[in-house]
């Protein structure tokens, strides 16, 4: 004990044996023995202060996602057209459908004797103008977009002469050119989503001089690559422009993994059959489609054969 704390002691035992102090001097006496009994007591370890309360993170900002535009198709008109509609009474046109598609899909799930390299890109096409390539492509594409394992993304890549979305009713201003072209456009900004289940389509897009150039372009190639990857059960049906009258199917021709080849019965010559042929004759898979065919009860069929 210190020599403060004894006389503090000793003050406050006069107080209490009723020894008036005076005032100042009990003011001392009670002031060190305050402090005494602060002292006495061991120090204790500082608490931590809380955390001022900070308010909640703001979540971080995330990139506004592109969303393709969605297009209601014109299924009265698609009926009027000869075209595939969903959810109709079964038809021979359905029918005739599902053998001309079987091949297709059987190459691109290895199932068959032909494995080529992005089997899921197919291109319809013909030796000119008229065959039907375009209505092949449009109910080839509606066939498979009911398969119950299946995605269609249909391209009207028939650059030149569009008429792909206009039988389906519906009207677009930009499309794959636009996406060649212009390196701001992204591929959600030209998709159209559509009110058939699992179909959806690709304009042609501003017409260019420089189309079949856009088309033979790294551009391309690199877009094909990721429409080809980018969804495992997506197929890709290319509606092309005719093989003789133009190079753009020629230069397609060379990154597609299957050609169909539609040829329009007995009014095609031979000669020109032949002629196309040769120009995708060192593609893997070309399958021939005989196109307004009347068998022996008078009615349209389709089918494959070999020139």
Partial sequence: MNTIEQAAKRLEQLRRAGVQLPDETANIARAPSVAASETSQPPSAAEP??????SPAAPPAQASERRSKEVA????RMQRAGLLVPGQPRSQLEEEFRIIKRPLLENLRQEGPMRPHRANLI???SAQAGEGKTQTA???AISIAMELDHTVLLVEADVLRPSALARLGVQ???GLLDLLESPTTELPDVLLRTTVPKLTL???GTASSRSTELLASDAMDKLLQELASKYEDRVIIFDTPPLLSTTESRVLASHMGQVVMVTEANKTPVSMIKQAYTTVENHPVV????NKYRGPKGSTAYGYYAP
Avoid: I, Q
């Fill in 49 to 54: 202060r809380p955390a001022p309360a900070s």
């Fill in 73 to 76: 198709l014109d299924l009265l």
């Fill in 123 to 125: 291109m319809v096409t």
């Fill in 138 to 140: 449009l109910n080839l």
């Fill in 172 to 174: 677009a201003s930009k």
């Fill in 202 to 204: 690709l304009p042609a």
């Fill in 287 to 290: 399958l021939g489609m005989l």
